[in-house]
Nanobody, 121 residues
Framework: QVHLAESGGGSVQAGGSLRLSCTAS????????MAWFRQAPGKERERVAL???????NYADSVKGRFTVSKDNAKRTLFLQMNSLNPEDTAMYSC???????????????WGQGTQVTVSS
């Protein structure tokens, strides 16, 4: 069963915006914490943003002020609004769900397949 399915990736020029979506199964959406991770070629996976069941959020320093994570409970969908994109944001973006508040790579229970974001200068 596919628990998480991302969409919305693509190619954009520097300074542009994209909005990623992640549709979740009931099991995945009812977890405690959902997050967006990204991994660029040759680099380690990085957690970009997370949102917990209570609505609290957390962002990586590299995206603070530019990215916004949100959820639509009625649609069981997680979003990542990305503004002021730069080439360093180029990566495969994946959504994830965790039954704990940690939302770290080691504790994640469900992973999506990922969607590619490419930012050109």
């Amino acid at each position: 069963q596919v628990h998480l399915a991302e969409s919305g990736g693509g190619s954009v020029q520097a300074g542009g915006s994209l909005r990623l979506s992640c549709t979740a199964s009931t099991y995945a959406y009812n977890t405690y914490c959902m997050a967006w991770f990204r991994q660029a070629p040759g680099k380690e996976r990085e957690r970009v943003a997370l949102i917990r069941r209570d609505g609290s959020t957390n962002y990586a320093d590299s995206v603070k002020g530019r990215f916004t994570v949100s959820k639509d409970n009625a649609k069981r969908t997680l979003f990542l609004q990305m503004n002021s994109l730069n080439p360093e944001d180029t990566a495969m973006y994946s959504c994830a769900a965790d039954v704990t508040a940690e939302c770290s790579e080691r504790s994640i229970l469900y992973w999506g397949q990922g969607t590619q974001v490419t930012v050109s200068s």
